[in-house]
């Protein structure tokens, strides 16, 4: 059965330090994985997806994640924090096979002025 | 520039009352998807459509229906609102063919607030 844990609920940094948010799947299959941003009282943003092709795969403002099979993870980090980083992130597994996506239960990211 | 939208952004209702939450998307999307979103529960599927008139349960059904009579709409439906569900409700829509690797397109999200 497919699983996603992300690791940390909550993670602070400082403006300009770099980010790891951290995302250990669980798959009987390759499986296809993503990760979400959603800002405050917003909808759900893509960032990323990996779907078997490059492993280190890279997403919008800057943001990528690194597709590990040997550690099942998919950390998404980026070099430097912009205060505009602050949001909540979802690393989501895909089922394969299925319409189905699971989710983790999120990493609100701070960042510090 | 694809959307998704939900027909309210903030709902306050009574305990008892029907409730209808409507999304609609422009992308052609075989697959809409109803979310319901609570602190420290991550996104929990509530339904999915993944053709007009098709439907399958997710992982919390109860005490919530689906309808899906065009392709571009798919309304969730409270029978009888009670306090908890109040949530923050997501829909979503993604292409079909059942490949794992389409990303799903959200809406900006329904506060819903049973009294």
């Known amino acids: 059965a497919q699983s996603v844990t992300q690791l940390d609920s909550h993670v602070s940094v400082s403006e300009g330090t770099p980010v790891l948010l951290r995302c250990n799947y669980s798959s009987s299959y390759s499986p296809s994985l993503f990760w979400y941003v959603q800002h405050p009282n917003k909808g759900l943003q893509l960032l990323l997806k990996?779907?078997?092709?490059?492993?280190l795969v890279k997403g919008i403002n800057g943001f990528e994640a690194e597709f590990k099979k040997s550690e099942t993870s998919f950390h998404l980090t980026k070099p430097s924090a912009h205060m505009s980083d602050a949001a909540e992130y979802f690393c989501v597994v895909s089922v394969s096979g299925t319409y189905k996506y699971i989710f983790g239960t999120g990493t609100r990211l701070k960042v510090l002025a | 520039d694809v959307k998704v939208t939900q027909s309210s952004r903030y709902l306050v209702k009574r305990t008892g009352e029907k409730v209808f939450l409507e999304c609609v998307q422009d992308?052609?999307?075989?697959?809409m998807f109803w979310y319901r979103q609570d602190p420290g529960l991550g996104l929990r599927l509530i339904y999915f459509s993944y053709d007009v008139k098709m439907k399958e349960k997710g992982d919390i059904p109860e005490g919530y229906s689906v309808s899906r009579e065009k392709k571009e709409r798919f309304s969730l439906i409270l029978e009888s609102a009670s306090t908890n569900q109040t949530s923050m409700y997501l829909c979503?829509?993604?292409?079909?063919?059942?490949?794992?690797?389409?990303?799903?397109?959200f809406g900006p999200g329904t506060r819903l607030t049973v009294l």
């Open positions: 992308m052609d999307h075989e697959n």
């Open positions: 979503a829509s993604s292409l079909s063919g059942g490949r794992s690797y389409n990303e799903q397109f």
């Open positions: 990996y779907t078997s092709a490059a492993t």
